[in-house]
DNA sequence: GAAGGCGCTAAGCGCTCGCTCAGGTTCGGG
DNA sequence: CCCGAACCTGAGCGAGCGCTTAGCGCCTTC
């Protein structure tokens, strides 16, 4: 039996994102009905806290202020809300990092942008980002491999902006592949630690890393 | 009801290891009898393929070739096999930076030699290392402090070789506290990602890092 | 060679899990 | 005013979970 999902699947990422005052897209704001999205954040919420094979679908369905068997109307298994959440953040994060890959400016800047805007994320999203980069094992082979492929994706808009770098005389960085390899790990490891009532704000977290990877790639100023 | 646990719990952390002919610790040859350390070895490799709350009892005593009710003679609770993991794998990790730290030689060296350390033991025991590290929510709360206190004695060891080189005048670090973090952070995610099968081997994964962390911190020739 | 107990297994208890299904409620269109 | 579709709930199924218990065989001890 198929059941007929109300999230629509062929919606472009974020093009019906909403952004508030604040330049932030509002996160979810593609995933419709109303239901369907609440029940999606209060996931999140949940994988995030307990990890998603420690979730129960009855939790996720009371943090949504439903029933246990709403949840199986809007999606088919509690996997499918796992992927759905996995695919939107990683095209999140993928475009964050494309954007700034594709921007103006020296390989510095870019790198740069590319950190702080990939850190800043997060870090302000990392309730979100924790279950997107720590829950990928959880997902069956074909879901885990269409996550992977966003992931190279990343990791090659990052080696080419050190690429280049190195090509232009800009960085000094004998191991291409390691140090993107090490620079991605940095950024995504700030999901795991990363704490609101800590003493740094995610704009810190941003400019400290960004810093940081300056120094990674060896910039002569 | 009470019962009596072959694991000696008075045992000091690594007195009993034994050494091979390559120099490194035999693992869990602290754990006694033989039973119950087949049945942690199987719990390590179950927890890090699939995770703590993915893995059921049932795994890990039919990959110690015994039957279930096997394991509930050797320990408490399957909490407690993680538990044990946990503690005993971060005693090691603190002793490798410690010893580091303690050594002769200049902050710079002696920064050096816990990195390359640090990460060669989460590369080379990166299926411990992924439990140790990434498993730790799944433990109670008196478990999970004690846990925190021994990564706060880590990170206390790295920011105070850390200060050292900055008090030398051979280290130029803004932000302490937040350079130390990000260090840390960086070696620890080598276990989320080191791959076996890889293109890296554990050393030319550490000495990488070292020069990384080395850049990070600024050091001055 | 009988006694005692340690280490283990076979069987299974009570529980909670992911998920299903029949039926009730709501609401826009004819 | 009624129909059908969309959405949701209450009740519960089968399975597999962590863990327990009764008892068996095999070592050690005398």
Redesign the interface.
């Known amino acids: 039996m198929v059941l007929t999902l109300s999230v629509k699947k062929g919606r472009t990422a974020m093009s019906a994102a909403q952004e508030t005052s604040g330049g932030e897209m509002q996160p979810w704001s593609e995933v419709t009905p109303d239901a369907a999205r609440r029940l999606l954040v209060a996931a999140v919420e949940a994988f995030a806290e ?2 998603y ?2 979730t129960t679908t009855r939790d996720i369905a009371g943090r949504a202020g439903m029933s246990p068997a709403a949840l199986y109307i809007h999606y088919k298994t509690k996997e499918e809300l796992l992927h759905r959440i996995s695919r939107i953040g990683h095209d999140k994060a993928l475009d964050i990092v494309r954007s700034a890959a594709e921007g103006e400016g020296t390989a510095a800047e870019r790198l740069s942008d590319a950190v702080r805007s990939f850190v800043r994320w997060h870090a302000g999203q990392h309730t979100t980002a924790r279950v997107v980069q ?1 829950e990928l ?2 997902l069956g082979p074909e879901a885990r491999a269409e996550i992977i492929a966003l992931r190279r994706q990343v990791d090659a808009e990052v080696r080419s902006i050190i690429q280049d770098g190195v090509e232009a005389g800009d960085f000094d960085v ?2 291409v592949p ?2 993107t ?2 620079v991605l ?2 950024c ?3 999901a ?2 990363f704490n609101v009532d800590g003493p ?1 704000t995610p704009d810190e ?1 941003g400019a ?2 960004a ?2 990877v300056r ?2 790639v ?1 910039f002569k100023e």
Chains 1, 2 share one sequence.
């Open positions: 307990r990890g094979h420690a720590y094992d959880a004998p191991d390691g140090t390899l090490a790990s940095l995504i490891d700030v795991r630690w740094r977290v400290l890393y810093d940081l120094r990674m060896g």
